[in-house]
């Protein structure tokens, strides 16, 4: 099985972070709604959060960043200090839950 991940890097957003644990819900609902998702996790790090969105393919993948993008926008603009570093691609070792 192929499956994508989009990684999104926001430095300086550990507050962000935190909002988004008490909206889990939420982006729960949000990402669901992603064509072929598989999963989600955000890491809070020492200098800000990073998530990483895993679909079934690169356009879920991709439309994750676009989902992400907009409902901050909307949500929370004065916590996202700076545009996130976006990477991602294909995964080449993917172990899903049982």
């Keep these: ?5 989009s990684i999104r890097r ?3 957003a550990q507050e962000l972070a ?18 072929g998702f598989l999963g989600y996790c ?5 200098d800000g ?4 969105t895993v679909c079934e393919d690169r356009a879920g993948a ?3 960043n676009n989902v992400a993008r907009e409902w901050l926008a909307a949500n929370l603009p004065q916590m996202v200090p700076s ?3 976006v990477s991602g691609g294909e995964i080449t070792i993917f172990i899903p839950p049982d």
């Design 1 to 5: 099985m192929t499956v994508y991940a």
């Design 10 to 12: 926001y430095a300086g």
């Design 18 to 35: 935190d909002e988004l644990g008490r909206r889990s819900g939420e982006i729960e609902a949000l990402l669901r709604g992603v064509s």
């Design 42 to 46: 955000l890491v809070k790090t020492g």
């Design 49 to 52: 959060m990073t998530s990483v």
């Design 62 to 64: 991709e439309e994750s």
């Design 83 to 85: 545009p996130p570093e």
